[in-house]
């Protein structure tokens, strides 16, 4: 009974067959033996749905990513048209990135998607598509960087900022206004109305004028806009230099910064 | 099926043709299907079809004849089992409750009967072994294979092998000469 079991004899048993002179295996042979049995004539079990789908044959052939196929499937492939196996890579290939930006840590995954997100947008705006606002941001951004001005405008001062409206003036250290309502001086507070300029510590002007100087007099002609230090005028009127005794006719602001004066 | 016609489904199957796919499924389901009970899966129909999904991706890059198919398609099958017995003891077991299952209901002598007879007292034999021991019994008696196959399934040596079957074996044979000796749990989940 506590006799050691050889290998030719547990090969036996497992095969469900009783070892020679060891007749207290029998039933340990026989129940082995059904098992067996039981284990070679049993039914497949049902497939799950996803399963089925590759037992019916609905996966895609596998094809590397250039096109050709793997060893196994060169017959096959063979066999399929040039689009067929063009888009099968184009499949394999989309899948393959997919798994690859799965893989790849969240820190590099925000940073890919911002690279993709700027070169997308640099191409719509080169491309002149985006959305209004969004393009006049880009064309600044882009003459900024690359110090081109397109601009209509004629004269555009050093050390200003691109002007995009065609008001033919922006001086130094002005902020460009892009509202078409008259000039606001600094440090006074927004006049929405569209009522001319009321000057700080200065008289109203009931002339339709947009714009009276701090400490100077009330210019009473049309011209729209004398500038002390000034800023951007919107006006389409020509520029009045600083500082530059003004008469009531107007002072044209000249290309080369010089000014005609009468 | 014989090596060359195992050859000639394996081209097949391996360039997506679904009769080949369903061949292969149909000549080794019902072995994994009862390998993957056998040794405690919970769901041992819905692991066989998981089985073989990871098979026939991975088909592409299969290379032997029908022998070592079936060690290829048991190590799949083995590794899905292991990852299933992983995964339940972290998660604690769930038991359904069905009341044809309750204790507490009084039986009748014609159901004892059928139970009887329905209870395959191999199994339950082969369930107090320990883990390595059922294992290598299991994969050698379900699913056929010989004790090679089933080095190469479990990561171990023949000679391991030979010896786990052995001891195997002669357990079975206390247990089948002395039936009052206790059945051990069966349950080798880790916990």
């Known amino acids: ?262 | 099926m014989n090596d060359e016609t195992f050859t000639t489904v394996l081209l097949a199957a391996q360039t997506g043709a679904g009769w080949a796919c369903t061949r292969l499924w149909a000549e080794h389901a019902p072995a994994v299907a009862g390998f993957l009970r056998a040794r405690g899966s919970r769901e041992p129909d819905d692991l066989t079809s998981e089985v073989f999904l990871v098979v026939f991706d991975r088909l592409a890059d299969f290379r032997g004849d029908a022998a070592s198919f079936r060690s290829f398609v048991f190590s799949i099958a083995y590794r899905r089992l292991v990852d299933e017995l992983r995964m339940r003891g972290r998660r604690g077991e769930t038991v359904e409750l069905l009341a044809e299952e309750d204790p507490r209901r009084a039986s009748s002598a014609e159901s004892d009967a059928l139970n009887r007879l329905a209870t395959d007292q191999t199994m339950e034999l082969l369930r107090s072994l320990s883990p390595d021991q059922r294992d290598v019994m299991i994969l050698r008696i379900v699913a056929d294979l010989t004790v090679e196959q089933v080095a190469e399934v479990l990561g171990k040596r023949a000679d391991a092998i030979k010896a786990l079957q052995r001891r195997a074996l002669t357990q079975l044979r206390k247990k089948v000469a002395d039936p009052r000796t206790p059945v051990a749990s069966a349950d080798d989940s880790e916990k």
Do not use: C
């Not at chain 1, 050691?4 to 082995?32: V, W």
């Open chain 1, 1 to 262: 009974m506590s006799k050691r079991i050889s290998d030719t004899e547990a090969e036996q048993l497992l095969a469900g067959m009783t070892p020679a002179g060891h007749p207290e295996l029998t039933d340990l042979a026989a129940a082995i033996g059904g098992v067996r049995a039981r284990a070679e004539f049993a039914a497949a079990p049902v497939p799950t749905a996803m399963l089925l789908a590759r037992l019916e044959g609905k996966a895609i052939v596998p094809i590397s990513i250039t096109g050709e196929a793997t060893v196994a499937s060169r017959s096959t492939a063979a066999s399929l048209s040039p689009l067929a196996v063009r888009r099968a890579a184009l499949i394999e290939g989309v899948r393959k990135m997919f798994e690859w930006i799965a893989g790849i840590g969240l820190a590099s995954k925000i940073t890919i998607g911002a690279g993709v997100v700027l070169l997308a947008t640099t191409g719509v705006g080169a491309a002149g598509a985006l959305p209004g606002p969004a393009q006049s941001a880009f064309d600044t951004i882009v003459s900024t960087v690359t110090g081109t001005d397109d601009d209509s405008a004629p004269y555009v001062d050093d050390e200003s900022d691109v002007d995009d409206d065609p008001a033919p003036y922006v001086d130094d250290e002005s902020d460009v206004d892009d509202d078409p309502a008259p000039y606001v001086e600094d440090e006074s507070d927004v006049n929405d109305d569209p009522a001319p300029y009321v000057e700080d510590e200065s008289d109203v002007n009931d002339d339709p004028a947009p714009y009276v100087e701090d400490e100077s007099d009330v210019n009473d002609d049309s011209a729209p806009y004398v500038e002390d230090e000034s800023d951007v005028n919107d006006d389409s009127a020509p520029y009045v230099e600083d500082e530059s005794d003004s008469d009531d006719g107007p002072v044209l602001y000249g290309e080369d910064g010089s000014a005609d004066e009468d």
